[in-house]
């Protein structure tokens, strides 16, 4: 079985505050993939990133992070300088199907404080 | 290039009545998931078609619920005789059918159902 947590259920920072959303994954397979994605107010999903198993390496795409450790089976992420419109529900997520069968965890909604 | 289309964006059904839910996937996508989001919680899976087949259903309730994506048309998840509790978001996600795991699967933008 797999299993996404995401402790923080919500966050408040005040803009230009970094923040790190956690997030603990449980799968017993040796290949599977982690995703993040962000759900604004308005209500779509927006991909955010897709890492797999194999690939430990760290990733930042601008003002956002993502640390993958498999010791910990944590992939958290990291908002720098945030934003009023970084303000969503953050969700991360599991696939260990080879097909895109998403475990998502709980979320955590995040509100930057102007 | 359209992305995943899904409608309605809002149905408000009595209880008792159907629901039906479509979804048009991304030009070229010929796989379908259908996943439920609670209010406050994250999103379950529910079922994975391609087309005109049902390749994995494990999320969906055993009795009201039926999902099919026929050779030509969208995708339709139908909910017979909506009860309360079946008041969600509802999405849709489309991929491609080559190397599945190389890309992610594009959500549409939900069907929110409310049942009074």
């Known amino acids: 079985a797999q299993k996404v947590t995401q402790a923080q259920t919500e966050i408040s920072v005040v803009e230009k505050e970094d923040v790190t959303l956690d997030c603990v994954y449980e799968?017993?397979?040796?290949?599977?993939?982690l995703f993040w994605y962000k759900q604004p107010p308005s209500g779509e999903l927006v991909f955010l990133i897709r890492r797999n198993s194999f690939d430990e390496q760290n990733e930042i795409s601008g003002r956002y992070s993502w640390n993958f450790q498999k010791s910990t089976s944590s992939f958290n992420f990291t908002i720098t300088a945030s934003q009023v419109v970084d303000s969503a529900v953050y969700f991360c997520?599991?696939?260990?199907?080879?097909?895109?069968?998403?475990?998502f965890g709980t979320g955590t909604k995040l509100q930057v404080i102007p | 290039n359209a992305g995943v289309m899904q409608n309605p964006r809002h149905l408000v059904r009595r209880r008792g009545q159907e629901a039906r839910l479509r979804c048009s996937p991304m030009k070229g996508h010929s796989h379908v998931y259908w996943y439920r989001q609670l209010p406050e919680e994250g999103l379950k899976f529910m079922v994975y078609?391609?087309?005109?087949?049902?390749?994995?259903e494990s999320g969906m309730p055993k009795e009201r619920f039926s999902a099919e994506f026929p050779k030509e048309g969208p995708s339709i998840l139908r909910i017979q005789q909506v009860v309360r509790g079946d008041s969600a978001a509802y999405f849709c996600?489309?991929?491609?059918?080559?190397?599945?795991?190389?890309?992610?699967?594009?959500f549409g933008q939900g069907t929110r159902l409310t049942v009074v």
């Open positions: 996600a489309s991929s491609p059918p080559a190397g599945l795991m190389n890309t992610e699967a594009f």
């Open positions: 078609l391609q087309k005109e087949n049902i390749i994995d």
């Open positions: 799968t017993r397979d040796t290949t599977y993939y």
């Open positions: 997520a599991l696939s260990a199907e080879g097909y895109q069968k998403v475990t």
